[in-house]
């Protein structure tokens, strides 16, 4: 195997990791549910898809355009699942186990 495949197979297996452990410590730390790390998958993958809805080899810069919104769409859409997320645990909804409340305890008898 040629040195510069190598070295480019080495460099795409380490970002990749790296991508990997980076979304999963989003994903911990947020408490961000899997609908929103298959919605940025997709986005990784559109963005680095060579196929695109404006094309950049045709329009030069304006064809980012769609990868822009694309990128904000899923932006959004990850920071409303998060925020929903909060507001539902902190309503006293366990999100573990769909449906069910965890029980209030009583502050002034504690």
């Not at 991508?19 to 940025?40: D, E, N, Q, S, T």
């Not at 810069?61 to 909060?86: E, I, N, Q």
């Not at 539902?88 to 186990?97: I, T």
Request: hydrophobic share 50%.
């Amino acid at each position: 195997m040629p040195d510069w495949l190598r070295t480019t197979l080495l460099i795409v297996g380490v970002l990749g990791l790296l991508v990997v452990l980076v979304l999963g410590y989003v994903m911990w730390r947020y408490r961000v549910p899997p609908r929103g790390l298959i919605a940025m998958g997709a986005a990784a993958v559109y963005l680095v898809s060579p196929i695109d809805v404006v094309p950049e080899a045709v329009l030069g810069p304006l064809g980012l355009v769609d990868d822009a919104g694309v990128t904000v769409a899923v932006v959004l859409f990850v920071y409303k699942l998060v925020k929903a997320h909060r507001l539902l645990s902190d309503g006293g909804v366990d999100l573990g186990r769909l449906g069910r409340r965890t029980p209030h305890r009583d502050r002034d008898s504690a």
